[in-house]
């Protein structure tokens, strides 16, 4: 079974461009999260999709970032326009409740990360 | 509210000897708490978790963690440090309340030496 794939791997990109960040999550898995790790910081929740809706988004930063996952597969976060403190590496995490419900015992299944750095 | 606090940024220990990271949280209701393991370039993955049952969990490659609700503490431990086991290590807590976030802490880097 494949695990959570990232895509890319590294963007570099220059303040004011955008990027988009690509997860495709575990076939299935109706969860759907990103986080992000700011050098020096902890892992921070960003948002959670429960198939195409978002279920919870209260850890994004601000209006600049948009996470749509149409369909209910695969997820896509834009940052535009990108600012320097966007650098990081996002992480996006599946997973799928056990009773059909989510609960917060789930394991989350992580993607290696996108580094994105902005100059 | 809930935080998890990772007491050391880095551990160092020789190939052999005993591994313990540790952890203390801080939650309003109780707890699931997991352990993460990442090596380079490597996603993040579960080493084992605390879901309100026994006490002492048994993960993968030999770690294990006692939850201990008077000290607040999910402390890992492995018996004989491996090679293999340099990398990171994050400790995680959710609130076992239906739906929850996790919260990171900051993360152990492992460092075994020959």
């Known amino acids: 079974e494949a695990g959570v794939t990232q895509f890319p791997s590294h963007s570099v990109i220059e303040k004011g461009q955008t990027v988009t960040l690509r997860c495709d999550p575990i076939?299935?898995?109706?969860?759907l999260y990103w986080y992000r790790r700011v050098m020096g910081k902890e892992i921070k929740f960003l948002l959670h999709?429960?198939?195409?809706?978002?279920?919870?988004e209260s850890g994004m930063p601000n209006n600049r970032f948009l996470a749509e996952r149409t369909g209910g597969t695969y997820s896509t976060l834009k940052v535009q326009p990108a600012e320097l403190e966007d650098s990081g590496v996002y992480f996006c995490a599946s997973s799928q409740p056990l009773a059909g419900g989510f609960t917060s015992t789930d394991t989350q299944y992580f993607g290696p990360g996108t580094r994105l750095t902005v100059l | 509210a809930q935080s998890v606090t990772q007491l050391d940024s880095h551990v160092s220990v020789s190939e052999g000897t005993p591994v313990l990271l540790r952890c203390n949280y801080s939650s309003s209701y109780s707890p699931s708490l997991f352990w993460y393991v990442q090596h380079p370039n490597k996603g993040l993955q579960l080493l084992l978790k605390y879901t309100s049952a026994a006490t002492l969990v048994k993960g993968i490659n030999g770690f294990e963690a006692e939850f201990k609700k008077s000290e607040t503490s999910f402390h890992l431990t492995k018996p004989s440090a491996h090679m293999s086991d340099a990398a990171e290590y994050f400790c995680v807590v959710s609130a076992s309340k239906g739906y929850s976030t996790l919260t990171f802490g900051k993360g152990t880097m492992l460092l075994v030496s020959p």
């Open positions: 076939s299935g898995h109706d969860n």
């Open positions: 999709f429960v198939k195409e809706s978002k279920q919870d």
